[in-house]
């Protein structure tokens, strides 16, 4: 089983940038399909983004497209997370995950099987 640690949360003014880490550790790192979620207080767990084993291929949610980038450094087993034009909306607790979907880019919670523990980002107006 692959463990999850994630960095680089903080506090940003509304249109600044962060860029989340997600370092892996234990089985091999390009065998998932990487994703971010992330959880607002009271409201549900939501998808952010994901990437394929290789990087070749990405998906956003509509609310991220266009301001958020994933890749991942399969030499490094990490996966990023790049948030640029940071809005109060996307404050949240931020988690990567990993899947072993196959065939195709997972997008839903139930898909992935381990978690990190989170990191906090908070977007001031």
């Known amino acids: 089983q692959v463990q999850l640690v994630e960095s680089g949360g903080g506090l940003v003014q509304t249109g600044g940038s962060l860029r989340l880490s997600c370092a892996a550790s234990?089985?091999?790192?390009?065998?998932?399909?990487m994703g971010w979620f992330r959880q607002a207080p009271g409201k549900e767990r939501e998808f952010a983004a994901a990437?394929?084993?290789?990087?070749?291929?990405?998906y956003y949610a509509d609310s991220v497209k266009g301001r958020f980038t994933i890749s991942r450094d399969n030499a490094k087993n990490t996966v990023y997370l790049q948030m640029n034009s940071l809005r109060p909306e996307d404050t949240a607790v931020y988690y990567c995950?990993?899947?072993?979907?196959?065939?195709?880019?997972?997008?839903?919670?139930?898909?992935?099987?381990?978690w990190g523990q989170g990191t906090q980002v908070t977007v001031s107006s």
């Open positions: 234990g089985r091999t790192f390009s065998n998932y399909p």
């Open positions: 990437i394929s084993r290789s990087g070749g291929n990405t």
């Open positions: 995950a990993a899947s072993s979907a196959m065939g195709f880019i997972p997008t839903k919670s139930y898909e992935y099987h381990t």
